[in-house]
């Protein structure tokens, strides 16, 4: 399986998981020309997309997700919270097109098996998903506003991860954003700073079987590739982890490009 982030941040979030020559498309928050455009740039058929998975009905997940749709002819998979939430913002889709998913019943798609796991933010009823061929297991662990023990539980044995780094505290503290969006994505459902991610990261270190993180949803003004990465490996040196190969792994992911490819069993 390998997992290729087509962008990464507010501005639209694409990932592409591809597995026995067939792939999936987790969240189409670019446009329809933009995510054909990342597919051909990474080198992906468009033909060999067989679903969109939506975590949340934010529109850095769904702008793209209903043209994508009806282009390329494939379902969508989302809870019924997002399907309520976005059907408002998706378009024409045929009913047989829209596939609601239960957070508490795993699903295969293309040879995957799909674990759907609530999150904290402010949205209707997002999920994260975790994908697992039976060799390996991934997650892209993003739009929450923290990471709860049983969430760490959830992800425990997976091997690869996006982790969202959204913010350094102090940029977003005294940065430039209104005081009402300042509380909201340092609330416990907004977004994870550099620190929580860090702290996210060293458990699943000292208790799982992490190999590669790569830091994703970036903010453009509260962050940078720099800062995030600084503080989660330092984080990771404090914490004795820096000879673990996650950590030299690390990378940030770019808002507005594909990134590094996370390579699973
Ligand atoms: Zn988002
Ligand atoms: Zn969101």
């Known amino acids: 399986m390998e997992i290729h982030s087509l962008a990464s941040g507010s501005s639209?979030?694409?990932?592409?998981?591809?597995?026995?020559d067939k792939a999936l498309l987790l969240d189409a928050g670019l446009s329809g020309k933009?995510?054909?455009?990342?597919?051909a740039a990474v080198g992906i058929n468009p033909a060999l997309v067989t679903a969109i998975l939506v975590t949340h009905e934010h529109n850095d997940h769904i702008a793209g997700a209903g043209i994508i749709s009806r282009r390329l002819g494939i379902p969508l998979y989302m809870t019924a919270g997002t399907w309520e939430g976005a059907r408002?913002?998706?378009?024409k889709l045929s009913e047989d097109k829209i596939h609601l998913i239960n957070?508490?019943?795993?699903?295969?798609?293309?040879?995957?098996?799909v674990t759907a796991m609530p999150v904290y933010h402010d949205a209707r009823e997002p999920v994260n998903y975790i994908f697992n061929t039976g060799k390996g297991r991934a997650v892209i662990l993003t739009d929450t506003g923290c990471v709860t023990d049983a969430m760490v539980a959830a992800v425990n044995n997976c091997d690869a991860m996006v982790l969202e780094a959204n913010h350094d505290i102090e940029m977003l503290q005294h940065g430039p954003y209104p005081w009402s969006l300042k509380q909201r994505v340092a609330s416990n459902k907004g977004h994870l700073s550099n620190l929580q991610a860090a702290r996210v990261l060293a458990k699943l270190v000292a208790g799982g079987k992490i190999?590669?993180?790569h830091l994703g949803h970036l903010s453009a003004v509260n962050n940078s590739h720099e800062v995030a990465l600084a503080a989660v490996t330092e984080h990771l040196i404090a914490q004795g982890m820096a000879l673990e190969p996650v950590f030299?792994?690390?990378?940030?992911l770019p808002r507005h490009s594909p990134g590094p490819v996370l390579q699973v069993k």
Do not use: C, W
Request: net charge negative; charged share 20%; hydrophobic share 40%.
């Open 12 to 20: 639209g979030n694409a990932y592409i998981i591809i597995h026995e």
């Open 34 to 39: 933009r995510t054909i455009a990342g597919m």
């Open 88 to 91: 408002g913002n998706l378009g």
């Open 103 to 113: 957070p508490k019943e795993d699903f295969v798609l293309n040879g995957i098996e």
């Open 211 to 213: 190999t590669q993180a």
């Open 248 to 252: 030299h792994s690390l990378k940030a």
